[in-house]
């Protein structure tokens, strides 16, 4: 069983700054993945970026890469995601996930690959 809480939402003005973060608790290990996926009201999840705390790669959606940095502490336990220039579009409920890093690699930026959820922090960027 893994617990994840995130914290860090907030409002902020385009071309704004957010850093999210992500504690993990009970059976975490270094080696697993944690990744950012977020939702907009009547949408599917979408995977924002993932790392292997094992050998750190690093997986990012076409949307955010070089905008968003997800980073993580030595031990595995915590998941940052650095958000820079932040754009309205950006808008939504941010959820740390964590699932299985068999090979090195994480699994596609699919939700349904992933069997932890924290309970997710807004993010609102107004124009």
């Known amino acids: 069983q893994v617990n994840l809480v995130e914290s860090g939402g907030g409002s902020v003005q385009a071309g704004g700054s957010l850093r999210l973060s992500c504690v993990a608790s009970?059976?975490?290990?270094?080696?697993?993945?944690m990744a950012w996926f977020r939702q907009t009201p009547g949408n599917q999840r979408e995977g924002v970026a993932s790392v292997h705390t094992g050998s750190d790669v690093i997986v990012y959606a076409d949307s955010v890469k070089g905008r968003f940095t997800i980073s993580h502490t030595d031990a595995g336990n915590t998941v940052f995601l650095q958000m820079d220039t932040l754009k309205p579009e950006d808008t939504a409920m941010y959820y740390c996930a964590s699932g299985s890093g068999a090979g090195g690699r994480c699994p596609p930026l699919v939700a349904s690959d992933f069997g932890y959820w924290g309970q997710g922090t807004q993010v609102t960027v107004s124009s």
């Open positions: 009970g059976y975490v290990y270094s080696g697993n993945c």
